[in-house]
């Protein structure tokens, strides 16, 4: 079996234990990074959640999936930074919304951000609204980006930005948001700037709008 194949089998059945050989096999064939991440890692955690929708899959195997892929993101991570030098072009604070525990993707666009030379505070999961306020009066950051993966918690994004705008906040920083249910009209309706529907794409954007700041 290509080792593409055995990466996605291994991380659908949540067999965390068996995935760092297979990484480093694949990293051995020189197979490029972003393959194994959307070619196999992702794809096999949309299948899993699509799965878990029909009632195929529980609770416990999607945290399985979860812990793989995590695994694999670890192998991963300082090789995507070696093929970048990391020179601080600009700061981001990043965080999932009130309400949302899904981290995978957020890690990503950090790991990816990072790999721009961008210098990225993480605040984690579930951020209550005065946590971004607070990370953006301590950091001064350029960019404040929201991950969601929850329909239902989207719905806290105005709220966060209602927040940031009645601390006097909202002209400071270009806002950006991403995650599997958000679209470029969920990011014109709230009037965010930045939206981008993947890691890579994000990391792209975030260099796009600070070189756009600087002028
Ligand atoms: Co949950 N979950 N989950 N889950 N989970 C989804 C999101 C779901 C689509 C599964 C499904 O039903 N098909 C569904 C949401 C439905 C909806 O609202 N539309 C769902 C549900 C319902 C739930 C619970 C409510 C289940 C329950 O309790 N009944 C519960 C909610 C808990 C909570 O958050 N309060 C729940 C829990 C969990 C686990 C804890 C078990 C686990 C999360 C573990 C973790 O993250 N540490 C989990 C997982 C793993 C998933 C799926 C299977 C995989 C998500 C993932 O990691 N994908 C997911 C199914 C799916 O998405 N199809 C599902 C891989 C990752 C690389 O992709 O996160 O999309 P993604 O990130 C991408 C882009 O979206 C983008 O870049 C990333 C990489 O390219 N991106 C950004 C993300 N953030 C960005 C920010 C940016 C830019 C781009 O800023 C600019």
Partial sequence: MA???EIY???VKGAYKEIEPLILQALDQNIEINDIINNSLSK???YVGDKFSTGELYMPDMLLSAKTMKAAMEILKPHMKKENHITEKGTIVIGTVKGDLHDIGKNLVITM???QGLKVIDLGIDVD???FVEAIKENNPDIVAFSGLLTTTLGNIPAHIKAIADAGLRDKVILAVGGAPVTREFADRYGIELYAPDASTAAK???KALEAKKG
């Fill in 3 to 5: 080792i593409l194949d």
């Fill in 9 to 11: 089998d291994t991380t």
């Fill in 44 to 46: 096999a955690m949309i």
């Fill in 113 to 115: 951000a990072e790999g």
């Fill in 129 to 131: 609204y005065p946590k």
């Fill in 205 to 207: 954007e975030f260099v």
